[in-house]
T-cell receptor, first 113, second 114 residues
């Protein structure tokens, strides 16, 4: 059973298009992180959201945490080839099991020029 | 931001040998570090939680005798893959948790077992 469902798992779009990645769960998270990973490298933290309903912006990236803290989304405006990579959401359970993160399946994004 | 290093970044070894991978938190102390395994184009799979000064906690299905973890200081955890076989070939990533529960990831180690 996947505790954090991430979708879509693959996304191929043209430069300039917008996209949204979703992470959904039936569990409540105390916080949720979004990471971006390039091939052969470790994930790099983009943002952490902790408050229900919170919206954070990072240039063309907008992150939202659901009111009930069970879901989150990442929206990219006017995608660029440099946005290509694997995007991962990861949540810390409300009763944190030693700090473990629950990872979504990942979204492989390809932005074509 | 916080920096986590891993060494080596890649290693090739013969079947049956043991390989040690180091994970260091460079600018913060981490009482807890995590070891993950990742297959191409897939998400991270947690192998074990490394706790400074105590035994590691392994996830279900991970052999503790094969993947030895030592967390001897607040800035260093090691993962030793013992008697490695080709099926152990993978990308191994560590992370270190800071005082506000944010995890920072190392750059990963590509292990190839011939």
């Amino acid at each position: 059973t996947q505790l954090l469902e991430q979708s879509p798992q693959f996304l191929s779009i043209q430069e300039g298009e917008n996209l949204t990645v979703y992470c959904n769960s039936s569990s409540v998270f105390s916080s949720l992180q979004w990471y971006r990973q390039e091939p052969g490298e470790g994930p790099v933290l983009l943002v952490t959201v902790v408050t229900g309903g919170e919206v954070k912006k990072l240039k063309r990236l907008t992150f939202q945490f659901g009111d009930a803290r069970k879901d989150s989304s990442l929206h990219i405006t006017a995608a660029q080839p440099g946005d290509t990579g694997l995007y991962l959401c990861a949540g810390a359970r409300i009763y944190n099991q030693g700090g473990k993160l629950i990872f979504g399946q990942g979204t492989e994004l390809s932005v074509k020029p | 931001g916080a920096v986590v290093s891993q060494h080596p970044s890649w290693v090739i070894c013969k079947s049956g040998t043991s390989v040690k991978i180091e994970c260091r938190s460079l600018d913060f102390q981490a009482t807890t570090m995590f070891w993950y395994r990742q297959f191409p184009k897939q998400s991270l799979m947690l192998m074990a939680t490394s706790n400074e000064g105590s035994k590691a906690t392994y996830e279900q299905g991970v052999e503790k005798d094969k993947f030895l973890i030592n967390h001897a200081s607040l800035t260093l955890s090691t993962l030793t893959v013992t008697s490695a076989h080709p099926e152990d070939s993978s990308f191994y990533i560590c992370s270190a948790r800071d005082q506000v529960d944010t995890q920072y990831f190392g750059p990963g180690t590509r292990l190839t077992v011939l």
